[in-house]
Each structure stands twice: as structure tokens, then as C-alpha cells.
């Protein structure tokens, strides 16, 4: 149980163009679903959560014009890179909160690799 | 804010050996710690938790232990494998419906 799945797995685009990233949960319901950029050997860098049928909250730094989240159901979020440039590329990684688990279990999705030309 | 320091940043052991990554927290209103295995190219993987009431968890060659009182929690892999070689990242959640704070991660070298 508690899979979350993401698509595409890898995705190279052209500079200017935007991009959209799916993460669903498979088997349960994520009432709150995090979005997360890592670069090269580092840590997971929170950009925003995204409630279901809410705005989704940024983190400091983080252009909501630029990377639009949308969640739509309890088992999908998407997000989408507008205008991309070579600086956004990066692995994205999604994660859901297991709803109404007692300490909100926290499960990630396998990761898309952008690569903007 | 949480902040979680996560210490060493590279370890290498001999296969068969035992491992321990080490993490401090900020926040004493911390109550979920959880350990996370990610592998290259992949998302992280849930490995084990703990809750702020246990002093200790083990599942199988992991365990985790927490001491509340020194706001640290290490992760402990015994009987390692080449396979166990991967980047571990130990987590806090502030209390409430806040989001993990992560450490800063563990590249750990599995030596056959």
C-alpha cells in the first residue's frame, strides 16, 4: 500500500515551453500532497503543499506564477513549469500525507528529471 | 523553525559491518521522525519511523532509537549489504500539519 506514482518519469523540453508533472496516489486518499525540488547531491528542497480543492502554500522563494499547482482530487496533484528555462531544470518529486493516518505518514513518488534545453 | 542537523554526510563500512547516521532536531514539540532510503534516480523511500512516545523501533537489520530529552535520533543498520548503499535522510515533523524538515542527507558506501 501507500503508492504514489508520478509522470512522466523524464521529460527534456525546449527553453520557453511549460511542463506538467502528475502525482497521484494509488491506493489511498492524500487530502495534502507536497511538492519538492532536489538538486545534485542535496536534500529535498520543499517548493509548496497543495490541499485538496485549496491554493497551494509556496515556500519562501518560490515563484507560484512560475510553478502552478493544481489539486484537483484527493488523488492527484499536478505541476506545472511555465516558461521553463536551463535553471529549472532539476528532479522533482512529489510526496502525499496519508489522510487520517495517525502521525500523517509521508510517502514519495519515484521523481521526474526536467531537462530544459 | 525545525531544524534537523544530520551528521556524517558520507560514510563507507565494510560489508557485514553496522552503520549508524546520527540526527539532531530543534523543536521539542517534534513527534514523527522518520528515515528514508533513496536510491539514484529515485524518490525516497520510507524505511521506518518514530513516534515521539517510543524510545525505540527495529524491523529486521534497521532501527531506529530517539531520546526526547536530547532531541536526537540515529538510524542503525546492522548486518550491512552492498544493496543498503544509497543516501539516507532523517526527517522531524514540527507538531501540527506542518511539513517534514529534512537533514541534510547520509551517502552511504557499502564496501563488498
Known amino acids: 500500500g501507500a503508492v504514489v506514482s508520478q509522470h512522466p518519469s523524464w521529460v527534456i523540453c525546449k527553453s520557453g515551453t511549460s511542463v506538467k508533472i502528475e502525482c497521484r496516489s494509488l491506493d489511498f486518499q492524500a487530502t495534502t500532497m507536497f511538492w519538492y525540488r532536489q538538486f545534485p547531491k542535496q536534500s529535498l528542497m520543499l517548493m509548496a503543499t497543495s490541499n485538496e480543492g485549496s491554493k497551494a502554500t509556496y515556500e519562501q522563494g518560490v515563484e507560484k506564477d512560475k510553478f502552478l499547482i493544481n489539486h484537483a482530487s484527493l488523488t492527484l496533484s499536478t505541476l506545472t513549469v511555465t516558461s521553463a528555462h536551463p535553471e529549472d531544470s532539476s528532479f522533482y518529486i512529489c510526496?502525499?500525507?496519508?489522510?487520517?493516518?495517525?502521525?500523517?505518514?509521508?510517502?514519495f513518488g519515484p521523481g521526474t528529471r526536467l531537462t530544459v534545453l | 523553525g525545525e531544524n534537523v542537523e544530520q551528521h556524517p554526510s558520507t560514510l563507507s563500512v565494510q560489508e557485514g559491518d553496522s552503520a549508524v547516521i546520527k540526527c539532531t532536531y530543534s523543536?521539542?514539540?517534534?513527534?514523527?521522525f522518520p528515515w528514508y532510503k533513496q536510491e539514484l534516480g529515485k524518490g525516497p523511500q520510507l524505511i521506518i519511523d518514530i513516534r515521539s512516545n517510543v524510545g525505540e523501533k527495529k524491523d529486521q537489520r534497521i532501527a531506529v532509537t530517539l531520546n526526547k530529552t536530547a532531541k536526537h535520533f540515529s538510524l542503525h543498520i546492522t548486518e550491512t549489504q552492498p544493496e543498503d548503499s544509497a543516501v539516507y535522510f532523517c526527517?522531524?515533523?514540527?507538531?501540527?500539519?506542518?511539513?517534514?524538515?529534512f537533514g541534510k542527507g547520509t551517502r552511504l558506501s557499502v564496501i563488498a
Open positions: 526527517a522531524a515533523r514540527p507538531s501540527g500539519n506542518t511539513p517534514l524538515v
Open positions: 523543536d521539542s514539540a517534534s513527534n514523527y
Open positions: 510526496s502525499a500525507r496519508v489522510a487520517g493516518a495517525p502521525y500523517n505518514e509521508q510517502f
